[in-house]
């Protein structure tokens, strides 16, 4: 009945497709091992710290220490060769937006291990990387600073102590390519083609009429480029971002600066949540770029490649969608899907997105429904003794009707690792209704078959 999406075998570590300088003689990418520990949906200083102290005992990576947070987080520089053309790195200005974090740190460990590759282009590239932008939103894995301000949307009033450091570090250094790193919704599609966005680029646009500058196309050009290896390594799950203007962001205003703006977001792919693929595609990418930088080899691209790449489509995947379930509501009768989305931070908040005909947006799990009739729940009240809730047991009371459960929350203990719902609000009831929670059951032939807890769906034939 389920008609998965996608299943992927990831591992962590990746085949690396950028090309060497054109006077290099020899691939000296091979494989690239991701660093561990980072596999995770949300990065916090804590976790990167370790690393930090590393790469400050490195000979060849200097680190400089260029600010503090609002909390007093400490922000770092990170400064590799000592060529003419600067290029500037940064992640995580969001705070809830881990992806590239890691990526940088990759890099830097691929810098540190790989002399011969770093070799051919550290006399003509100083390379600058800022991980982690705004780390006090991070500990609260939020996309605000603690001041409840986007420090993304801060470029022009600097009122953020992240922003002001972020511009301070674009006009000192007043690089000639900035690769600005972000995370986009899972929920982007690129084009119609029904495949999630895992990988989305953009030459940001300095003014209103999104003229294209001699700054702006080479940024073109390079994504050109670096559009190979997303077609290598993610073949039909890239897209290009939406060029809309936007006066207060970082990206725009350094391209107005006349810095060579690069935009990459990461996203979803199938079977990754912690978004493992797009790590890896952004720490490909970063190493293409500096090649092509070095060797000057984007210079032969046109702006055909740019262009070709699909726009996203956003806001159109759905995390699942249940086709065709029967609602009985008294004397009607009538067939709806039924597109639920779960949060971005947890498996176990879903909510009833959508109903209706949904056959034209795309969803990470199907389910062909059209042999089930939907039927609320019911409470089970939790005695005043107490209950132990054994996988077992759970399964058994799903099979009754119930799907949550009502009393002293403290009395229950869990021994199962479906998620269990305590007193919850906004259940659907006779007919689901959008934004509801997605917590109901699937009826077949008089008996449930089904349960949807939160949005996690389970079998229970």
Same mark, same amino acid.
């Given at each position: 009945?389920?008609?998965?999406?996608?299943?992927?075998?990831?591992?962590?570590?990746?085949?690396?497709?950028?090309?060497?300088?054109?006077?290099?003689?020899?691939?000296?990418?091979?494989?690239?091992?991701?660093?561990?520990?980072?596999?995770?949906?949300?990065?916090?200083?804590?976790?990167?710290?370790?690393?930090?102290?590393?790469?400050?005992?490195?000979?060849?990576?200097?680190?400089?220490?260029?600010?503090?947070?609002?909390?007093?987080?400490?922000?770092?520089?990170?400064?590799?060769?000592?060529?003419?053309?600067?290029?500037?790195?940064?992640?995580?200005?969001?705070?809830?937006?881990?992806?590239?974090?890691?990526?940088?740190?990759?890099?830097?460990?691929?810098?540190?291990?790989?002399?011969?590759?770093?070799?051919?282009?550290?006399?003509?590239?100083?390379?600058?990387?800022?991980?982690?932008? /705004?780390?006090?939103?991070?500990?609260? *894995?939020?996309?605000? +600073? %603690?001041?409840?301000?986007?420090?993304?949307? $801060?470029?022009? #009033?600097?009122?953020?102590?992240?922003?002001?450091?972020?511009?301070?570090?674009?006009?000192?250094?007043?690089?000639?390519?900035?690769?600005?790193?972000?995370?986009?919704?899972?929920?982007?599609?690129?084009?119609?083609?029904?495949?999630?966005?895992?990988?989305?680029?953009?030459?940001?646009?300095?003014?209103?009429?999104?003229?294209?500058?001699?700054?702006?196309?080479?940024?073109?050009?390079?994504?050109?480029?670096?559009?190979?290896?997303?077609?290598?390594?993610?073949?039909?799950?890239?897209?290009?971002?939406?060029?809309?203007?936007?006066?207060?962001?970082?990206?725009?205003?350094?391209?107005?600066?006349?810095?060579?703006?690069?935009?990459?977001?990461?996203?979803?792919?199938? /079977?990754?949540?912690?978004?493992?693929? *797009?790590?890896?595609? +952004? %720490?490909?990418?970063?190493?293409?770029?500096? $090649?092509?930088? #070095?060797?000057?080899?984007?210079?032969?691209?046109?702006?055909?490649?740019?262009?070709?790449?699909?726009?996203?489509?956003?806001?159109?995947?759905?995390?699942?969608?249940?086709?065709?379930?029967?609602?009985?509501?008294?004397?009607?009768?009538?067939?709806?899907?039924?597109?639920?989305?779960?949060?971005?931070?947890?498996?176990?908040?879903?909510?009833?997105?959508?109903?209706?005909?949904?056959?034209?947006?795309?969803?990470?799990?199907?389910?062909?429904?059209?042999?089930?009739?939907?039927?609320?729940?019911?409470?089970?009240?939790?005695?005043?003794?107490?209950?132990?809730?054994?996988?077992?047991?759970?399964?058994?009371?799903?099979?009754?009707?119930?799907?949550?459960?009502?009393? /002293?929350?403290?009395?229950?203990?869990?021994?199962?690792?479906?998620? %269990?719902?305590?007193?919850?609000?906004?259940?659907?009831?006779?007919?689901?209704?959008?934004?509801?929670?997605?917590?109901?059951?699937?009826?077949?032939?008089?008996?449930?078959?089904?349960?949807?807890?939160?949005?996690?769906?389970?079998?229970?034939?």
């Amino acid at each position: 009945m389920k008609k998965s999406f996608l299943t992927t075998l990831f591992v962590t570590t990746v085949t690396l497709l950028s090309s060497l300088p054109a006077n290099a003689h020899e691939n000296h990418h091979g494989a690239v091992k991701l660093l561990p520990g980072l596999d995770k949906q949300q990065i916090r200083f804590a976790d990167v710290e370790p690393l930090i102290q590393r790469v400050q005992r490195s000979s060849v990576i200097e680190t400089k220490h260029v600010g503090t947070s609002y909390q007093g987080r400490p922000l770092y520089r990170f400064k590799v060769g000592q060529g003419d053309t600067v290029v500037f790195m940064w992640s995580q200005m969001h705070g809830d937006e881990s992806t590239a974090t890691p990526a940088l740190f990759d890099l830097m460990q691929k810098i540190e291990t790989d002399a011969r590759w770093r070799e051919h282009w550290e006399d003509d590239i100083t390379l600058y990387m800022l991980p982690m932008v /705004n780390p006090d939103g991070a500990e609260l *894995a939020q996309r605000y +600073n %603690v001041q409840g301000i986007d420090v993304n949307r $801060d470029a022009r #009033a600097l009122q953020t102590p992240e922003g002001r450091i972020l511009m301070a570090q674009g006009r000192e250094l007043n690089p000639d390519f900035g690769f600005n790193l972000h995370d986009q919704s899972r929920y982007y599609e690129v084009g119609n083609t029904g495949k999630p966005a895992t990988i989305s680029l953009l030459a940001p646009a300095f003014n209103h009429a999104k003229d294209i500058n001699d700054e702006r196309r080479r940024a073109m050009q390079l994504i050109g480029d670096l559009k190979a290896v997303g077609d290598k390594m993610i073949p039909g799950h890239m897209g290009r971002y939406n060029d809309t203007f936007a006066p207060r962001a970082f990206g725009d205003n350094f391209a107005a600066m006349g810095i060579s703006t690069i935009l990459i977001e990461s996203g979803a792919f199938p /079977n990754d949540p912690n978004r493992q693929k *797009a790590r890896a595609v +952004n %720490v490909a990418m970063l190493i293409r770029a500096i $090649d092509s930088i #070095a060797s000057g080899d984007y210079q032969a691209q046109t702006l055909e490649p740019y262009h070709s790449i699909p726009m996203n489509n956003s806001n159109s995947f759905k995390d699942v969608i249940l086709e065709q379930v029967q609602v009985q509501d008294g004397a009607h009768e009538y067939r709806i899907d039924i597109g639920i989305n779960r949060s971005a931070d947890a498996r176990h908040s879903g909510y009833i997105r959508e109903l209706g005909d949904l056959s034209v947006f795309p969803a990470f799990d199907r389910y062909a429904a059209d042999a089930y009739v939907y039927q609320a729940g019911k409470g089970f009240a939790i005695p005043d003794e107490g209950l132990t809730l054994s996988h077992h047991e759970y399964l058994k009371l799903l099979k009754q009707g119930y799907t949550h459960f009502t009393g /002293n929350a403290e009395a229950l203990e869990l021994r199962t690792h479906l998620p %269990v719902l305590v007193n919850p609000n906004n259940l659907p009831g006779a007919r689901p209704q959008q934004r509801q929670q997605a917590t109901f059951l699937l009826r077949k032939q008089d008996q449930v078959a089904m349960a949807v807890l939160a949005g996690v769906v389970i079998n229970l034939q």
